[in-house]
């Protein structure tokens, strides 16, 4: 049998900051662009179009991380 052990922890404001902070710095080093965090190929839009991120707006500000 396998025990599936799951803790959740709230990072504050500036924790979450630090973290991305980290992230991008990671990604910024190791990773081509086009794989990067907020990447946008603007390349494949019509002109004038946006992207759509209304499906964002009802994420609350805290989430918890879930290591598995």
């Known amino acids: ?28 080093k190791n990773l081509p662009e086009d794989q990067r965090s907020g990447y946008i190929d603007r390349g494949t839009k019509e002109e004038g179009e946006e992207c759509d991120d209304d499906h964002h707006k009802h994420e609350p500000e805290f989430k918890p991380i879930r290591f598995v």
């Open 1 to 28: 049998k396998k025990l599936i052990l799951f803790i959740f922890i709230v990072l504050t404001k500036e924790q979450r900051e630090t973290c991305m902070q980290a992230v991008i710095a990671w990604e910024l």
